[in-house]
Each structure stands twice: as C-alpha cells, then as structure tokens.
C-alpha cells in the first residue's frame, strides 16, 4: 500500500538534471511478504514462519531485502526518469533488516547523467524510521524520445 501515487512522467534526458529525486512509502505488510515469497520462489523460513523467525538473530519475521530494492524499480518506471527507461545495473547494501509491518520510504536521486550512453546514475535508499536500511547505486538507460 503506497502513500505516493505513481505520476507516469517520462521526462527526457534534456529534462533530467543532477539532484532530481523521487520517493514513495509503503508499509511492508504480511500479505506482501508471503506474495513476495510466493512470487521470488524464497521462502526461507525468517520470512515467512512466525515461529522460526522468533529463534532467529532477528527475533521476528523480516522482510526479503529484494521486496524493499524493488521499489526502486517502481520509481524508475513510473517516477524519475518514467516510461520506457530500462535498468544497466543497480548494487545495493542491507544496512539493517526490514521488519515485517515496517513503513519503508525508497528515494532515488540522480547524481550524474551520460548525455553520450542515454544513461542516467542514481543514488538509491530506503529508510524506516529515518534510518538507511538499504543503499546503494543504478544507472538507467533513457529512451530515445
């Protein structure tokens, strides 16, 4: 469940500048994680069994850090650069687990742009509680418009 509705904006390369940035919130919900499980084919017990994950170093049910990275994907394609732009590569770092029932905010921000190659760089978080859980970087490949 977002809070931030997607704009559907494709802006081109002659509209994209360094600093630009795009986020949305969601909480991370039960529901999400089994369909998660179900949909990834990682149903690794801390995920999706209350019991086992209470025995766990994380004492409760974490979220797939992949769940929590996706949302990046969502912003690229909806947000910052928009329709059409496709992923060349994206890294990340799990600082801390993502618990299940967390609200997670996923920013994205571009911080170099190759008018050459048609690719824009990003730098990619998500925060709980205003804390980095997950960081990283993305370059994207712009459209031909």
């Known amino acids: 469940m977002s809070?931030?509705?997607?704009?559907?904006?494709?802006?081109?390369?002659?509209?994209?500048?360094?600093?630009?940035?795009?986020?949305?919130?969601?909480?991370?919900?039960?529901?999400?994680?089994?369909?998660?499980?179900?949909?990834?084919?990682?149903?690794?017990?801390v995920h999706v069994d209350e019991n086992y994950a209470a025995n766990s170093r994380y004492k409760k049910r974490i979220a797939h850090g992949l769940h929590g990275a996706s949302f990046f994907s969502a912003l690229f394609g909806t947000q910052l650069p928009g329709e059409g732009c496709v992923y060349a590569s994206q890294n990340l770092?799990?600082?801390?687990?993502?618990?299940?029932?967390?609200?997670?905010?996923?920013?994205?921000?571009?911080?170099?742009?190759?008018?050459?190659?048609k690719m824009v760089s990003f730098e990619t978080k998500c925060f709980v509680k205003n804390k980095v859980?997950?960081?990283?970087k993305a370059d994207i490949f712009i459209p031909k418009k």
């Not at 994680?33 to 149903?43: I, M, R, Y």
């Not at 859980?133 to 990283?136: E, F, R, S, T």
């Open 133 to 136: 859980v997950i960081d990283g």
């Open 3 to 45: 809070n931030n509705k997607p704009t559907n904006k494709s802006y081109t390369l002659a509209e994209l500048a360094e600093g630009m940035s795009a986020e949305l919130t969601q909480i991370i919900t039960a529901v999400d994680t089994l369909q998660f499980a179900s949909l990834s084919g990682d149903c690794n017990p």
């Open 93 to 117: 770092q799990f600082k801390r687990p993502v618990y299940v029932g967390d609200i997670v905010t996923a920013k994205v921000t571009i911080t170099s742009i190759n008018h050459v190659k």
